[in-house]
């Protein structure tokens, strides 16, 4: 038998509503797939092949009666462990949250369900989504496809590594300052950060609430756009939910780039960035160019400013939504305690990781009296000139080109000794978290030493179709970059 | 000017957050602290007068629901994950002096 | 000679909203029910639950306002204020610090030395906190978050209420105005209606404010007033002895009538206040606000005047009638169906109230359909039943809302018009109370009621004593 998961989703969905396949057959696969090689990489936290087999019945059913017709009824996927999916250990990777089963639904995994895939586990990631490596995680690092050696980026590590290894076709990240877009440019996977209100952030555990968005996670920009397409919704019940004229994100996948314009932040390459993550993005340009975009290089400006914004901004909101980790209403409580006060602190301080509990601290500090103008509010003015300098870019061009990250996956535990080092990793990232902007990751080559590359592109809000129409032009022209396959 | 973190700033900021550190802790997130103000206040060489400070990105608003019930009683599935319950109630160290 | 003390007192009034659900999820705010059963994800701080704003909330909000001569903030945000505190179950509330919705009102109040108004600081919207119970038996607190979220709208006013007479003067006049809107039915007892006491005291003639206190867990107009007059003499007795009064908050025992420090060295009161991200600014339009303000019902003050003019009640009636929301709308509905301003406002100024009285209940309790009252009103007047009989028949009414037809009919009330019957009876009283006849006889007219009480005793009750009366006449 063929090996399905080589397939892209939308074949796989294709042949099982053909008839060809069973849903059965493609959660085996992925199951069967994740067994062999989890064990090394340490994509996910949870699987139940039980309950998937039982949903796969189900979708099946529905598939036969013509009820489920979508570009992805019946594909496997995985969710990233900070949204919460029913009845299904939801853990956002910390102690805290030890054993918590929530008994309702995140929009995001809902419109899964309701697309007719099926939910085979949840992945890796770093606790609360604070990270750039997937070493911050409670139940320990996931590592990187193409070398073992190295981290899978953060804080979507798990869903990106699970995808490249081929242990599933399909997943769902959340990139809060690039915790989609940085582990997806490490693993060599495609994954997008839609526009801020595109999906409903319901169910989605928050670290910064301003900033967070789910998205998904792919081998290819086809899948992509189908996932998305599935994912996005307009949601009463999430205040920040943006009703979209459009959701058809496939209709974009044209392969046409003529007249385009790309603009290329000088700002971007600048010191910093590995050269050998440059080649890849300049010969990227090229590859577009070729194709009849008119690509410009331009001063975006703020670049600097952004990351100081992003780290008071995130901080500030995780202090305040992490707050509600206290050992009364779910999630880990200490043994032994005196008094209330003593269990709160007890519980927090053995609940949470360190990573965690450094921003809960700054995040306190900027926003307690006194320091709230010199930092919170002056962060949120930094925003705004941020969202400003965006708009200008995009009164000029309709895609900005970027690399993803400034160095390809380093190896593990090579970050995490030094915060600022790592903070400083989410450059190209953060900037579109806070301008609430789209972004996509897209692998365009490989270092020397064999570990992906990956080129962002980012568009204007609501144009998630003008990055994926660029984004698949490049796909169809780019040639094979790898040459081998990840792990 | 960088703000100077002192073990006093720690002690206060623990309390707000509700975190106990050990004396080694206190000093890594001093020290950790300390680092990223100084990071930060590179925002002081942004001139951000007479700029509004910005929480939503989109100027949308007036987001409401209608006064209707839609709820149903679900106790019995929330309390499963509470560490601890008792009689439908989450049950709390005393609260009362 | 002694100094002289100035009391300066400012109230955080709490009111809680007469919405059907909670203020950012659709549980109901329905009062009991099992511990916990009203709730969901939302109002339990269940993780990446999300919050979506109640528009009646702000409707209410806005109206109350609107009525206390507020300005409106027609862009008004939400912000979160963090504490850690069990009955609070996201460790912040969602209040409003930087752009309430409401600001610089005022209410116009008496007081003795003539009418004075107490300036309106603000009016924010936020949600309430959930119920801690103290478990005996395992020395633990136990915690329900039915009250979790639901709506409430804090009405901080100016300091410038100078003693307790003219904080009940303030509290009613408030009460009233909310109820008039419906926005909420204002009871103190069950909570929907609390007040925390910002007090300090200086000496007449000073310009300064001196340090003032919070006082909190204020239950009854009563215990106000009490706690008033604690707060003031400790405070004083603190400043003569040359000490200085701490600002803090403290917490009232109305069975020690002494106020208590909430202290708390685990806590810095340190709000960290910051926009919700999680919910957007509300922008009220002009059109919006005016068509509140245009919907702004008749507020006691303006009903009393009516009531006087329309009915012909006299002042006195009027105000009493109209002092409660309820009592009002009860005597217009009856009014409605009888027709009678006067008899329905006497069952309701004397038996109402009465009753209300005797079973330590407030006019809010009121439960009865008014056409109960209009057709024991109409029995009455048509001789149906005797004025003992309907006060009888009307405590049923009171406590079970009766159908008074309905119940004189099956319990043998009605007044016997039968004169074959009533002669009868006549005839018995009298030759039974021959001692009693000669006295009348003799002049002594008073008697008579006597023997008419006989004839309704013989009959239970049910005869027409003026009926009866006038047959003994005849035949004496
Ligand atoms: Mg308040
Ligand atoms: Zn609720």
């Not at chain 1, 509010?377 to 970027?402: C, G, M, P, S, V």
């Not at chain 3, 069952?347 to 209009?374: C, H, I, S």
């Amino acid at each position: 038998m063929m090996d399905l998961m080589k397939l892209t989703a939308v074949q796989l969905s294709d042949k099982i509503k053909a008839g060809e396949i069973t849903v059965s057959q493609a959660v085996d696969a992925a199951l069967d797939a994740m067994e062999k090689k989890d064990g090394t990489i340490h994509a996910f936290v949870y699987t139940n092949r039980e309950h998937a087999q039982k949903k796969a019945a189900e979708i099946q059913e529905k598939i036969d009666a013509g009820q489920l017709t979508g570009p992805l009824a019946g594909v496997p996927v995985a969710v990233k462990d900070n949204i919460c999916t029913k009845g299904m250990p939801t853990t956002c990777a910390s102690r805290i949250m030890e054993n918590f089963v929530p008994m309702y639904q995140s929009e995001a995994a809902a419109n899964l369900e309701k697309a007719g895939m099926v939910i085979i586990g949840k992945t890796n990631m770093d606790e609360f989504a604070m990270g750039s490596t997937t070493e911050t995680s409670c139940y320990g690092a996931t590592k990187n496809p193409w070398n073992v050696e190295h981290v899978p980026g953060g804080s979507s590590g798990g869903s990106c590594a699970a995808v490249a290894a081929g242990e599933v076709l399909l997943a769902l990240g959340s990139d809060t300052g690039g915790s989609i877009r940085q582990p997806s440019s490490y693993c060599g996977v495609t994954g997008i950060k839609p526009t801020y209100g595109t999906v409903s952030r319901y169910g989605l555990i928050a670290y910064g609430s301003s900033l967070d968005q789910i998205g998904p996670v792919a081998g290819n920009v086809t899948d992509c756009a189908a996932l998305l397409q599935e994912i996005a919704s307009y949601d009463k019940k999430d205040s920040t939910s943006v009703k979209l004229d459009d959701y058809d994100f496939m209709s974009a996948l044209k392969h046409d780039v003529k007249g385009m314009k790309i603009g290329i932040p000088r700002d971007y390459f600048g010191e910093g960035l590995d050269p050998e993550v440059l080649g890849p993005i300049q010969k990227a340009a090229a590859v577009l160019k070729e194709q009849g975009a008119i690509v410009e290089h331009f001063d975006l400006g703020m670049v600097e400013y952004a990351i100081p914004a992003y780290y008071v901004i995130a901080s500030a909101e995780a202090s305040s939504n992490l707050e509600r980790f206290d050992g009364v209403k779910y999630g880990y409580r200490a043994a032994d305690y005196e008094g209330l006060h003593d269990m709160y602190k007890k519980s927090r301080t053995e609940g949470f990781g360190r990573e965690v509990k450094r921003r809960i601290m700054l995040g306190s500090f900027v926003l307690s009296s006194g320091y709230y103008d010199a930092y919170y509010l002056k962060a949120l003015r930094t925003k705004a000139l941020i969202k400003k300098a965006f708009d200008a870019a995009f009164a000029k061009y309709d895609i900005i080109l970027a690399p993803a990250a400034p160095t390809t996956a380093p190896r593990l535990g090579e970050s995490l000794s030094d915060p600022l080092k790592m903070y400083l990793g989410d450059i190209y990232t953060v900037s579109a978290n806070l301008a609430g902007i789209p972004g996509i990751s897209i692998p365009c080559g490989l270092d020397s030493k064999g570990m992906p590359v990956g080129m962002q592109m980012l568009g204007d809000c609501f144009k998630e179709k003008t990055i994926l129409q660029a984004a698949y032009t490049f796909e169809c022209c780019r040639g094979d970059i790898f040459g081998k396959e990840a792990h | 000017m960088a703000e100077i973190i002192t073990d006093e700033t720690i002690d206060y900021v623990s309390i707000l957050a509700k975190l106990k550190l050990t004396e080694a802790e206190k000093e890594d997130a001093k020290a950790d602290m300390q680092k990223m103000l100084n990071y930060i206040d590179k925002l002081d060489e942004l001139d951000t007068s007479g700029v509004e400070p910005m929480s939503h990105v989109f100027s949308f608003d007036n987001v409401f629901r209608e006064d209707v019930v839609t709820n149903q009683d679900d106790r019995d599935a929330m309390l499963a994950n509470a560490p601890l319950a008792k009689d439908g109630q989450y049950k709390v160290p005393k609260t009362v002096e | 000679m002694a100094k002289q003390y100035e009391t300066v007192i400012g109230l955080e009034v709490h009111v809680e909203l007469a919405t059907k659900t909670k203020i950012f999820c659709g549980c109901t705010t329905a009062f009991g029910g099992a511990p916990n059963t009203h709730t969901c994800p939302v109002c339990t701080g269940m993780p990446g639950s999300l919050p979506v704003l109640n528009r009646q909330v702000v409707e209410y909000a806005m109206a109350v306002g609107l009525a206390a001569n507020c300005q409106i903030n027609q862009y008004c945000k939400f912000d979160r204020k963090n504490y850690f505190y069990p009955d609070n179950p996201q460790n912040y509330q969602i209040s409003q610090l930087y752009l309430p919705i409401c600001h610089d009102g005022y209410i116009e109040i008496e007081t003795g030395s003539g009418k004075k108004q107490v300036r309106i600081h603000e009016i924010h919207m936020e949600e309430d906190a959930g119920k801690l119970i103290h478990d005996e038996w395992e020395d633990c607190s136990l915690v329900d978050y039915n009250r979790s979220g639901v709506p409430l709208i804090e009405i901080v006013s100016e300091p410038d209420m100078r003693s307790a007479e003219e904080v009940t003067a303030y509290l009613d006049k408030l009460r009233l105005l909310i109820q008039y809107i419906g926005a909420s039915d204002c009871k103190l007892q069950e909570g929907s209606m609390r007040a925390d006491v910002n007090l300090s005291v200086r000496e007449v003639g000073a310009e300064e404010f001196g340090t003032r206190t919070e006082m909190k867990n204020l239950n009854s107009f009563k215990a106000i007033g009490r706690a008033i007059e604690g707060e003031r003499a400790r405070q004083i007795e603190l400043l003569e002895e040359g000490k200085a009064v701490i600002q803090e908050t403290r917490r009232w025992d109305d069975n020690k009538e002494y106020s208590y420090a909430m202290r708390s060295k685990e806590d810095a009161k340190d709000y960290r206040y910051f926009p919700d991200p999680d919910l957007l600014p509300v922008n009220i339009s002009d059109a919006w606000m005016n068509r509140v303000k245009d919907a702004l019902p008749e507020l006691q003050p303006q009903r009393q005047e009516r009531y006087e003019r329309e009915y012909g009640l006299p002042a006195y009636d009027a105000q009493i009638i109209t002092a409660s929301k309820k009592m009002a709308d009860i005597f217009e509905e009856t009014v409605a169906l009888v027709s009678n301003p006067k008899k329905v406002s006497n069952w309701l100024m004397v038996e109402t109230m009465r009753l209300l009285k005797e079973k330590n209940q407030e006019p809010e309790d009121l439960r009865f359909d008014p056409e109960n009252l209009a057709k024991l009103i109409r029995l009455t007047e048509d001789g149906s039943v005797n004025s003992s009989v309907a006060k009888e028949v009307f405590e049923k009414i009171f406590t079970d809302d009766i159908d008074p037809e309905v119940y004189v009919t099956e319990h043998g009330l009605k007044t016997v018009n039968d004169d074959g019957a009533l002669e009868e009876v006549v005839c018995k009283v009298l030759e039974e109370n021959s001692k009693v006849v000669e006295e009348y006889r003799s002049g002594k007219e008073k008697v008579l009621g006597f023997l008419v009480g006989q004839v309704m005793k013989a009959m239970k009750g049910k005869a027409n004593p003026a009926k009866a009366g006038e047959l003994l006449k005849k035949k004496l």
